[in-house]
């Protein structure tokens, strides 16, 4: 079994940054693709950022240029750098590994 758990979310002002990370307990998950979502009040959970076993990366056209995705296969971690954050971007975000296991969420908050 693989549990995902987010850190490092928070509040921010607007233009600021903040590092999201998902570290995943269990094993066996490194060859899976990894996926950050965003749910925010009264919307849909949408896809914000993918990144596969090998390293190719997409994005939602709403973060492209300023958020990155990366992964350390050696730690069992996901990463989510948010740069130049908009209130827009306020929302509970969700790590996912292939295989549909799913974080707890954690908050970002970005304030105008």
């Known amino acids: 079994q693989v549990q995902p758990v987010e850190s490092g979310g928070g509040l921010v002002q607007s233009g600021g940054s903040l590092r999201l990370s998902c570290a995943a307990s269990g094993s066996g998950f490194r060859f899976n693709a990894m996926y950050w979502y965003r749910q925010a009040p009264g919307k849909e959970r949408e896809l914000v950022a993918a990144?596969?076993?090998?390293?190719?990366?997409d994005y939602a056209d709403s973060v492209k240029g300023r958020f990155t995705i990366s992964r350390d296969n050696a730690k069992n971690t996901v990463y989510l750098q948010m740069n130049s954050l908009q209130p827009e971007d306020t929302a509970v975000y969700y790590c996912k590994i292939d295989g549909g296991f799913w974080g707890q969420g954690i908050q970002v908050t970005v304030s105008s």
């Open positions: 990144i596969t076993s090998s390293g190719f990366t």
